[in-house]
């Protein structure tokens, strides 16, 4: 198995920028894609952003599409969420996931798709 390890969560205020790391720690060569997840109190778990281990291509939801960019570095095996122009909205934990399986366009964000699941980081944006 993997283990998925989160940091660079902060409070910023609106406008501010952070970014993210997901480090893996074990046998990734199974891995097929790597996501963020963020959740915030009372909201459903979304996907924000995935990036597919063959081709590096990536995928966003359309509320961050200009604003958060995920990228992966293959030598440290740490998968990365930059994120720019915060506002409130973006409060959330965010989560890091990583997936074995084949997947679809439909089940891209799909929770129960992702079988490694880092503990979060907390990322809180102040107006």
């Known amino acids: 198995a993997v283990q998925l390890v989160e940091s660079g969560g902060d409070s910023v205020e609106a406008g501010g920028s952070l970014r993210l790391d997901c480090a893996a720690v074990?046998?990734?060569?199974?891995?097929?894609?790597t996501a963020w997840f963020r959740q915030a109190p009372g909201k459903e778990r979304e996907g924000v952003a995935l990036?597919?281990?063959?081709?590096?291509?990536?995928l966003y939801t359309s509320s961050v599409k200009g604003r958060f960019t995920i990228s992966r570095d293959n030598t440290t095996k740490t998968v990365y969420l930059e994120m720019n122009s915060l506002t409130p909205d973006d409060t959330a934990m965010y989560y890091c996931?990583?997936?074995?399986?084949?997947?679809?366009?439909?089940?891209?964000?799909?929770?129960?798709?992702?079988?490694?699941w880092g503990q979060g980081t907390q990322v809180t944006v102040s107006s």
């Open positions: 996931a990583a997936t074995t399986l084949s997947l679809t366009w439909e089940k891209r964000f799909l929770r129960s798709m992702y079988t490694d």
């Open positions: 074990g046998f990734t060569d199974n891995i097929r894609a």
């Open positions: 990036i597919f281990s063959s081709t590096g291509g990536a």
